[in-house]
């Protein structure tokens, strides 16, 4: 059966390492019959959670912002899969992916629990100049875990600073499999 996935890329560089990863993940995934939805958050006016517990998740739109997130959130609400792709800075995911993640929080809140459970599952895609993963994996797996999503796994593509150097790498080939195993 088909799936809907959406992935959130974090990376601020269109053609990067991390996007490469996207582009080999959605071709494996449209390959087994998925639709893909990307939205490249870095061209996407967003603005940081104000921490204000005003959202409802029953709204077109839950978030009291009025931003891009309105693009975002109908798109997660719909999905099977949700994929978090970035490169790893300081230890952790993009400032770009992070502000998206935290006003996610606005479909949990109000008149239900629009993320939680719900037979969602997720994935995660990284591309990093070093391979110290270790940080990103423990928040990756908590938020998976609140979030009661499967954990479809993920591609750590290490080694990788300048735009193209995970060009001809086996990181693209395991990002293209994860996409081809959902099905």
């Not at 606005?106 to 629990?113: I, K, V, W």
């Not at 735009?163 to 990002?175: H, R, S, V």
Request: proline content about 3%.
């Amino acid at each position: 059966m088909s799936k809907k996935i959406v992935i959130l890329n974090g990376s601020p560089r269109k053609n990067g390492n991390t996007s490469a990863l996207v582009k080999a993940f959605t071709k494996g995934a449209e390959s087994a019959g998925n639709t893909v939805t990307e939205f490249f958050l870095d061209r996407m006016d967003i603005h940081g959670c104000k921490g204000c517990f005003g959202g409802h998740s029953s709204r077109e739109c839950p978030c009291v912002q009025k931003d891009d997130m309105a693009q975002i959130y109908p798109a997660v609400k719909e999905c099977d899969v949700v994929v978090l792709a970035s490169p790893l800075y300081y230890w952790n995911m993009s400032g770009q992916l992070r502000t998206a993640i935290d006003r996610l929080f606005a479909l949990e809140e109000g008149d239900g629990n629009l993320l939680r459970g719900r037979g969602k599952a997720c994935a995660l895609l990284m591309a990093a100049e070093g391979h110290g993963f270790e940080d990103v994996l423990l928040y990756y797996d908590h938020l998976a875990e609140h979030l009661r999503w499967e954990n479809l796994g993920s591609v750590l593509a290490g080694g990788n600073c300048d735009a193209g150097d995970i060009t001809g790498k086996p990181d693209l080939e395991q990002a293209e499999e994860l996409g081809k195993s959902i099905s």
